[in-house]
């Protein structure tokens, strides 16, 4: 009986690692960018957006504004001891991501929707927003999120092409 459960075993084995591995790259690239926007260029952001992570679960500021068209420059510095990371996204694709992050929390992220960073490194995500709305963020590191590690970019209407020329820095 046991000889014959091995290929059960087995095939059962390389099902959920195929499934691991299928999570793994749907973790790596399954933002929906249609409705949180698209990767922006350096050179095409209107400002830049300075954002602080700190080891009490916060960002400062956690409520920020962008107008649809919009390419933001966020420069993220890590005020904090422990890793810390910004990640763009729907409520519902952080949640999802998060449970992921809970089950396997050495995954490493090199999506331009995200950053994540030691204690005391600073990095940027250049992010256009295509569509009016609320983006969520959030730091996904185990236990950060469910302790409030979280904020929001309310995106209105309009084109931000006017503000092209317009060099608004947030501190």
Not at 83 to 106: A, R, S
Request: net charge neutral.
């Amino acid at each position: 009986m046991k000889t014959r459960m091995l290929p059960v075993v087995a095939a059962l084995t390389l099902a959920l690692l195929s499934q691991v591995s299928f999570a793994h790259d749907e973790h790596a690239h399954g933002h929906d960018s249609d409705a949180i926007g698209k990767p922006g260029l350096a050179t095409a952001s209107t400002r830049t957006v300075n954002v602080t992570m700190t080891d009490n679960m916060r960002f400062t500021p956690s409520n920020i504004t962008a107008k649809q068209g919009e390419t933001i420059r966020f420069v993220i510095k890590n005020a904090g001891g422990i890793k810390h990371e910004f990640v763009l996204g729907t409520e519902k694709e952080l949640k999802e991501h998060y449970e992921l992050m809970k089950k396997y929390p050495e995954m490493e992220h090199s999506d331009p929707n995200m950053i994540t960073l030691a204690g005391g490194q600073s990095g940027e995500v250049v992010w256009q927003f295509t569509k009016a709305g609320k983006i969520d963020f959030a730091c996904l590191q185990p236990g950060h999120y469910d302790a409030g590690m979280k904020g929001k970019v309310s995106v209105a209407k309009g084109k931000a092409a006017a503000d092209a020329g317009a060099h608004e820095h947030q501190h």
